[in-house]
Protein backbone atom coordinates (compact mmCIF):
# COMPACT_ATOMS: atom_id res chain seq x y z
CA UNK A 1 0.00 0.00 0.00
CA UNK A 2 1.51 3.44 -1.38
CA UNK A 3 1.84 5.72 1.63
CA UNK A 4 0.57 9.21 1.19
CA UNK A 5 1.96 12.62 2.92
CA UNK A 6 0.95 15.51 3.47
CA UNK A 7 2.01 18.17 1.25
CA UNK A 8 5.33 20.21 2.33
CA UNK A 9 4.90 23.46 3.34
CA UNK A 10 7.77 25.75 2.33
CA UNK A 11 8.47 29.26 3.63
CA UNK A 12 10.32 31.56 1.43
CA UNK A 13 11.85 34.25 3.50
CA UNK A 14 13.35 36.92 1.38
CA UNK A 15 14.51 40.70 1.71
CA UNK A 16 11.94 42.58 -0.51
CA UNK A 17 9.27 41.83 -3.46
CA UNK A 18 10.73 45.04 -5.40
CA UNK A 19 11.30 44.36 -9.09
CA UNK A 20 14.27 42.09 -9.60
CA UNK A 21 15.83 38.78 -10.59
CA UNK A 22 15.56 36.63 -7.97
CA UNK A 23 11.85 37.85 -7.44
CA UNK A 24 11.09 37.05 -10.95
CA UNK A 25 12.96 33.62 -10.71
CA UNK A 26 10.92 32.26 -8.15
CA UNK A 27 7.32 33.84 -9.65
CA UNK A 28 8.26 31.97 -12.69
CA UNK A 29 9.43 29.11 -11.12
CA UNK A 30 7.17 28.55 -7.49
CA UNK A 31 3.67 28.24 -10.02
CA UNK A 32 5.15 25.13 -11.43
CA UNK A 33 6.55 23.22 -8.71
CA UNK A 34 4.43 20.18 -7.84
CA UNK A 35 1.08 21.12 -6.65
CA UNK A 36 0.48 18.00 -5.25
CA UNK A 37 3.33 17.96 -3.51
CA UNK A 38 4.16 21.37 -2.10
CA UNK A 39 2.72 24.67 -0.95
CA UNK A 40 4.45 27.54 -0.78
CA UNK A 41 4.27 31.01 0.90
CA UNK A 42 6.44 33.96 0.84
CA UNK A 43 7.45 36.63 3.43
CA UNK A 44 8.92 40.14 2.77
CA UNK A 45 11.27 41.26 5.48
CA UNK A 46 10.54 45.05 4.46
CA UNK A 47 7.68 46.57 3.38
CA UNK A 48 8.52 47.55 -0.34
CA UNK A 49 6.60 45.01 -2.07
CA UNK A 50 5.11 45.90 -5.84
CA UNK A 51 5.18 42.68 -6.71
CA UNK A 52 2.89 40.97 -4.26
CA UNK A 53 -0.15 41.22 -6.57
CA UNK A 54 1.68 39.14 -9.23
CA UNK A 55 2.44 36.14 -6.28
CA UNK A 56 -1.19 36.41 -5.31
CA UNK A 57 -2.53 35.78 -8.91
CA UNK A 58 -0.96 32.55 -8.74
CA UNK A 59 -2.53 31.52 -5.35
CA UNK A 60 0.47 32.36 -3.25
CA UNK A 61 0.41 33.56 0.10
CA UNK A 62 2.52 36.64 1.44
CA UNK A 63 3.19 37.88 4.50
CA UNK A 64 5.22 40.81 5.23
CA UNK A 65 7.62 41.27 8.86
CA UNK A 66 6.76 45.16 7.69
CA UNK A 67 10.55 46.86 8.41
CA UNK A 68 10.41 50.12 7.48
CA UNK A 69 13.39 51.46 9.63
CA UNK A 70 16.54 50.66 10.89
CA UNK A 71 15.44 51.15 14.46
CA UNK A 72 12.38 48.02 14.37
CA UNK A 73 13.94 45.39 16.61
CA UNK A 74 10.51 43.41 16.64
CA UNK A 75 10.69 42.08 13.09
CA UNK A 76 12.35 39.03 15.22
CA UNK A 77 9.16 38.05 16.95
CA UNK A 78 7.17 38.68 14.06
CA UNK A 79 8.91 35.75 12.11
CA UNK A 80 8.51 33.79 15.04
CA UNK A 81 4.45 34.29 14.77
CA UNK A 82 4.38 33.59 10.78
CA UNK A 83 6.24 30.41 11.39
CA UNK A 84 4.40 29.58 14.36
CA UNK A 85 0.45 30.03 12.28
CA UNK A 86 1.60 28.68 8.73
CA UNK A 87 3.93 25.66 10.55
CA UNK A 88 6.31 25.45 6.89
CA UNK A 89 8.30 22.08 6.81
CA UNK A 90 11.45 24.11 4.88
CA UNK A 91 12.43 27.89 4.95
CA UNK A 92 14.25 28.49 2.06
CA UNK A 93 15.57 32.14 2.42
CA UNK A 94 17.38 34.31 -0.23
CA UNK A 95 19.73 37.13 -0.38
CA UNK A 96 22.09 37.95 2.83
CA UNK A 97 19.79 39.37 5.31
CA UNK A 98 17.09 36.73 4.72
CA UNK A 99 19.43 34.32 5.20
CA UNK A 100 20.44 35.05 8.14
CA UNK A 101 17.71 35.69 9.70
CA UNK A 102 16.34 32.68 8.34
CA UNK A 103 18.83 30.82 9.61
CA UNK A 104 18.92 31.54 13.45
CA UNK A 105 14.83 32.00 13.76
CA UNK A 106 14.33 29.02 11.77
CA UNK A 107 16.50 26.96 13.49
CA UNK A 108 15.41 28.47 17.14
CA UNK A 109 11.96 28.04 15.89
CA UNK A 110 12.71 23.99 15.53
CA UNK A 111 12.42 24.21 11.88
CA UNK A 112 14.41 20.93 10.52
CA UNK A 113 15.25 21.91 7.31
CA UNK A 114 16.75 25.17 6.26
CA UNK A 115 17.75 26.17 2.80
CA UNK A 116 19.33 29.28 1.83
CA UNK A 117 19.73 30.91 -1.80
CA UNK A 118 23.09 32.93 -1.98
CA UNK A 119 22.67 35.23 -5.43
CA UNK A 120 25.21 38.12 -4.89
CA UNK A 121 29.39 37.66 -5.19
CA UNK A 122 31.56 39.74 -3.61
CA UNK A 123 29.03 42.35 -2.02
CA UNK A 124 28.72 41.30 1.53
CA UNK A 125 30.61 43.41 4.04
CA UNK A 126 32.93 42.00 6.74
CA UNK A 127 29.79 41.74 9.54
CA UNK A 128 27.72 40.31 7.01
CA UNK A 129 30.61 37.73 5.83
CA UNK A 130 30.99 37.43 9.83
CA UNK A 131 27.44 36.34 10.49
CA UNK A 132 27.17 34.40 8.00
CA UNK A 133 30.62 32.58 9.19
CA UNK A 134 28.80 31.67 12.26
CA UNK A 135 25.66 30.49 11.10
CA UNK A 136 27.00 28.14 9.15
CA UNK A 137 25.89 25.06 10.90
CA UNK A 138 22.51 25.87 11.08
CA UNK A 139 21.93 25.55 7.44
CA UNK A 140 21.17 22.36 5.41
CA UNK A 141 22.46 23.34 2.14
CA UNK A 142 22.97 26.28 0.10
CA UNK A 143 21.80 26.78 -3.26
CA UNK A 144 23.48 29.03 -5.60
CA UNK A 145 23.23 29.81 -9.40
CA UNK A 146 26.47 29.45 -10.53
CA UNK A 147 29.86 27.37 -10.55
CA UNK A 148 31.52 30.48 -9.87
CA UNK A 149 28.72 31.75 -6.99
CA UNK A 150 30.04 28.04 -5.28
CA UNK A 151 33.81 29.17 -5.55
CA UNK A 152 32.73 32.47 -3.68
CA UNK A 153 30.59 31.28 -0.91
CA UNK A 154 32.96 28.47 0.16
CA UNK A 155 36.11 30.99 0.06
CA UNK A 156 34.42 34.22 0.90
CA UNK A 157 31.73 33.11 3.39
CA UNK A 158 33.38 29.81 4.58
CA UNK A 159 30.13 27.82 3.35
CA UNK A 160 31.37 23.79 3.22
CA UNK A 161 31.24 22.55 -0.13
CA UNK A 162 29.49 19.79 1.13
CA UNK A 163 26.47 22.12 1.76
CA UNK A 164 26.84 23.80 -1.69
CA UNK A 165 24.51 23.00 -4.39
CA UNK A 166 24.75 24.79 -7.78
CA UNK A 167 20.93 25.13 -9.79
CA UNK A 168 21.06 27.20 -12.86
CA UNK A 169 18.32 29.35 -13.32
CA UNK A 170 15.58 28.17 -16.25
CA UNK A 171 13.21 29.90 -18.34
CA UNK A 172 9.80 29.75 -19.96
CA UNK A 173 10.76 30.19 -23.62
CA UNK A 174 7.42 30.40 -24.63
CA UNK A 175 7.42 34.27 -23.33
CA UNK A 176 9.65 35.32 -25.77
CA UNK A 177 7.58 34.08 -28.83
CA UNK A 178 5.86 37.75 -29.30
CA UNK A 179 3.36 38.69 -32.22
CA UNK A 180 3.32 42.14 -31.58
CA UNK A 181 4.85 43.91 -34.84
CA UNK A 182 8.25 45.33 -33.71
CA UNK A 183 7.19 48.69 -35.31
CA UNK A 184 4.11 48.17 -33.14
CA UNK A 185 6.61 47.96 -30.01
CA UNK A 186 8.04 51.27 -31.09
CA UNK A 187 5.33 53.45 -31.92
CA UNK A 188 3.68 52.54 -28.05
CA UNK A 189 7.02 53.55 -26.61
CA UNK A 190 7.92 56.61 -28.68
CA UNK A 191 10.75 54.92 -30.93
CA UNK A 192 11.46 56.03 -34.50
CA UNK A 193 10.91 52.74 -36.39
CA UNK A 194 14.73 53.25 -38.57
CA UNK A 195 16.71 53.70 -35.01
CA UNK A 196 19.06 50.78 -33.51
CA UNK A 197 18.20 50.10 -29.69
CA UNK A 198 20.03 48.97 -27.40
CA UNK A 199 18.95 47.77 -24.04
CA UNK A 200 20.02 47.53 -20.54
CA UNK A 201 17.91 45.51 -17.84
CA UNK A 202 18.57 45.69 -14.07
CA UNK A 203 17.99 47.36 -10.76
CA UNK A 204 19.38 51.03 -10.77
CA UNK A 205 22.04 49.90 -8.45
CA UNK A 206 25.78 50.85 -8.08
CA UNK A 207 26.65 47.00 -8.89
CA UNK A 208 24.52 46.92 -12.08
CA UNK A 209 26.96 49.58 -13.67
CA UNK A 210 24.22 51.47 -15.28
CA UNK A 211 26.51 55.02 -15.11
CA UNK A 212 29.19 52.68 -17.34
CA UNK A 213 26.39 51.84 -19.88
CA UNK A 214 25.63 55.54 -20.26
CA UNK A 215 29.86 56.50 -21.30
CA UNK A 216 29.24 52.98 -23.73
CA UNK A 217 26.06 54.70 -25.20
CA UNK A 218 28.85 57.92 -24.89
CA UNK A 219 30.73 56.58 -26.90
CA UNK A 220 28.66 54.83 -29.55
CA UNK A 221 26.58 58.26 -30.23
CA UNK A 222 30.07 59.30 -31.81
CA UNK A 223 30.06 57.46 -34.30
CA UNK A 224 26.46 55.59 -34.45
CA UNK A 225 23.72 59.12 -34.02
CA UNK A 226 21.23 56.45 -35.55
CA UNK A 227 20.76 54.98 -31.69
CA UNK A 228 19.00 55.33 -28.54
CA UNK A 229 19.65 53.34 -25.46
CA UNK A 230 16.74 52.00 -23.33
CA UNK A 231 17.25 51.40 -19.17
CA UNK A 232 14.95 49.61 -17.99
CA UNK A 233 14.36 49.65 -14.12
CA UNK A 234 13.85 51.01 -11.26
CA UNK A 235 16.46 51.99 -8.25
CA UNK A 236 18.04 53.85 -6.09
CA UNK A 237 20.49 55.36 -8.72
CA UNK A 238 17.52 57.00 -11.09
CA UNK A 239 18.51 60.37 -10.32
CA UNK A 240 22.22 60.34 -10.67
CA UNK A 241 21.61 58.58 -13.88
CA UNK A 242 19.45 61.24 -15.80
CA UNK A 243 21.60 63.57 -13.79
CA UNK A 244 24.34 62.04 -16.07
CA UNK A 245 22.65 61.88 -19.31
CA UNK A 246 21.85 65.32 -19.53
CA UNK A 247 25.51 66.25 -18.75
CA UNK A 248 26.42 64.35 -21.75
CA UNK A 249 23.89 65.74 -23.71
CA UNK A 250 21.99 62.10 -23.92
CA UNK A 251 18.72 63.07 -22.34
CA UNK A 252 16.96 62.88 -25.83
CA UNK A 253 18.71 59.45 -26.92
CA UNK A 254 18.10 57.75 -23.75
CA UNK A 255 14.85 56.24 -22.33
CA UNK A 256 14.71 55.09 -18.85
CA UNK A 257 11.69 52.91 -18.81
CA UNK A 258 10.79 52.26 -15.71
CA UNK A 259 10.27 48.63 -14.23
CA UNK A 260 8.25 46.80 -17.08
CA UNK A 261 5.83 43.70 -17.03
CA UNK A 262 6.32 43.59 -20.55
CA UNK A 263 10.28 42.60 -20.29
CA UNK A 264 9.83 39.93 -23.69
CA UNK A 265 8.34 42.85 -26.03
CA UNK A 266 11.33 45.32 -25.63
CA UNK A 267 13.87 42.46 -26.05
CA UNK A 268 12.38 41.49 -29.32
CA UNK A 269 13.07 45.25 -30.79
CA UNK A 270 16.24 45.40 -28.94
CA UNK A 271 19.51 44.98 -31.64
CA UNK A 272 21.99 44.41 -28.84
CA UNK A 273 22.03 43.93 -25.09
CA UNK A 274 24.82 45.04 -23.04
CA UNK A 275 25.58 44.37 -19.11
CA UNK A 276 27.70 46.50 -17.59
CA UNK A 277 27.54 44.85 -14.30
CA UNK A 278 30.46 45.42 -11.81
CA UNK A 279 29.42 42.14 -9.92
CA UNK A 280 27.34 39.25 -10.80
CA UNK A 281 25.84 36.03 -9.42
CA UNK A 282 24.50 34.62 -12.70
CA UNK A 283 22.95 36.95 -14.87
CA UNK A 284 19.28 35.96 -15.15
CA UNK A 285 19.27 38.61 -17.68
CA UNK A 286 21.49 36.80 -20.09
CA UNK A 287 19.55 33.81 -20.45
CA UNK A 288 16.76 36.31 -21.19
CA UNK A 289 18.37 38.35 -23.84
CA UNK A 290 19.27 34.35 -25.19
CA UNK A 291 15.87 33.58 -25.14
CA UNK A 292 14.90 36.55 -27.26
CA UNK A 293 17.67 35.33 -29.31
CA UNK A 294 19.66 38.79 -29.00
CA UNK A 295 23.33 39.41 -29.37
CA UNK A 296 24.93 39.99 -25.42
CA UNK A 297 28.01 42.27 -24.73
CA UNK A 298 28.51 41.54 -20.86
CA UNK A 299 31.32 42.67 -18.59
CA UNK A 300 33.37 38.87 -17.83
CA UNK A 301 31.92 39.52 -14.07
CA UNK A 302 31.00 36.81 -11.73
CA UNK A 303 29.32 33.91 -13.18
CA UNK A 304 28.80 35.80 -16.42
CA UNK A 305 30.89 33.28 -18.60
CA UNK A 306 29.12 30.50 -17.21
CA UNK A 307 25.90 31.90 -19.33
CA UNK A 308 27.63 33.45 -22.34
CA UNK A 309 30.45 31.92 -24.20
CA UNK A 310 32.79 34.56 -26.02
CA UNK A 311 31.55 35.25 -29.36
CA UNK A 312 29.42 32.27 -29.28
CA UNK A 313 26.43 33.21 -28.53
CA UNK A 314 27.57 36.47 -27.11
CA UNK A 315 30.71 38.84 -26.10
CA UNK A 316 32.74 38.94 -22.97
CA UNK A 317 34.59 42.46 -21.96
CA UNK A 318 36.41 44.03 -19.25
CA UNK A 319 34.90 45.51 -16.41
CA UNK A 320 34.42 49.06 -16.36
CA UNK A 321 35.80 49.39 -20.01
CA UNK A 322 33.12 51.20 -21.74
CA UNK A 323 35.53 52.06 -24.91
CA UNK A 324 35.48 48.68 -25.21
CA UNK A 325 32.09 47.27 -24.71
CA UNK A 326 30.86 50.35 -27.34
CA UNK A 327 33.69 49.12 -30.33
CA UNK A 328 32.27 45.28 -29.79
CA UNK A 329 28.26 46.93 -29.50
CA UNK A 330 29.34 49.23 -32.88
CA UNK A 331 30.60 45.65 -34.71
CA UNK A 332 27.62 43.83 -33.68
CA UNK A 333 25.11 46.54 -34.97
CA UNK A 334 27.22 47.07 -38.55
CA UNK A 335 27.51 43.12 -38.95
CA UNK A 336 24.42 41.88 -39.25
CA UNK A 337 25.26 38.34 -39.72
CA UNK A 338 27.58 38.30 -36.53
CA UNK A 339 24.49 39.68 -34.64
CA UNK A 340 22.18 36.39 -35.87
CA UNK A 341 24.97 34.15 -35.60
CA UNK A 342 24.98 35.37 -31.89
CA UNK A 343 21.40 35.08 -31.59
CA UNK A 344 20.60 32.23 -32.50
CA UNK A 345 23.47 30.23 -30.70
CA UNK A 346 22.00 32.19 -27.28
CA UNK A 347 18.57 30.35 -28.41
CA UNK A 348 20.25 26.88 -28.86
CA UNK A 349 21.85 27.40 -25.23
CA UNK A 350 19.11 28.29 -23.26
CA UNK A 351 17.00 25.48 -24.99
CA UNK A 352 20.39 23.03 -24.10
CA UNK A 353 20.60 24.04 -20.60
CA UNK A 354 18.49 26.40 -19.12
CA UNK A 355 15.10 25.39 -19.47
CA UNK A 356 12.49 25.90 -16.71
CA UNK A 357 11.84 22.25 -16.71
CA UNK A 358 15.17 21.79 -16.03
CA UNK A 359 15.42 24.63 -12.95
CA UNK A 360 12.00 22.53 -11.39
CA UNK A 361 13.59 19.12 -11.78
CA UNK A 362 16.78 20.02 -9.90
CA UNK A 363 14.68 22.36 -7.35
CA UNK A 364 11.86 19.03 -6.62
CA UNK A 365 14.90 16.97 -6.06
CA UNK A 366 16.60 19.18 -3.61
CA UNK A 367 13.20 19.69 -1.50
CA UNK A 368 12.79 16.04 -1.74
CA UNK A 369 16.14 14.70 -0.78
CA UNK A 370 15.67 16.75 2.46
CA UNK A 371 12.09 15.88 3.07
CA UNK A 372 12.52 12.45 2.78
CA UNK A 373 15.63 12.35 5.33
CA UNK A 374 13.42 14.22 7.55
CA UNK A 375 10.79 11.77 7.73
CA UNK A 376 13.13 9.20 7.70
CA UNK A 377 14.74 9.91 10.99
Known amino acids: MQTSYKKTKILHLITSLEVGGVQHGLLLGLPHIDKKRYEHAICSITNKMPMANE ?9 TLNINSKTDFLYSFRLRNIIK ?8 TYLIHANILGRIIGKTS ?13 QANWYERFLTKITN ?4 IVEVNSKKGKYSINKNLKVPNEKIKVIYSGIDMKKYQISKSKNEIKKSLNINYSKKIILCVGRLRKVKGINFGIETFYE ?3 TMKNTIFLIAGEGEEKKQLEEQAKMLSLGKQIKFLGARKDLPEIFSISDVIIMPSITEGFPRIAIESMAAGKPIVANNVGGTSE ?3 HQYNGVLVPSKKPKIMAKWVIKILEDKKLANKLGENGKKLVSEKFTLEKY ?5 MMYSKYINKE ?3
Not at 112 to 120: A, Q
Open 137 to 140: PLVN
Open 85 to 92: TYKPDIIH
Open 307 to 309: AIK
Open 375 to 377: RLS
Open 55 to 63: FKKKNINIF
Open 220 to 222: IQK
Open 360 to 364: IKKVE
Open 110 to 122: NIKVIICSERTIG
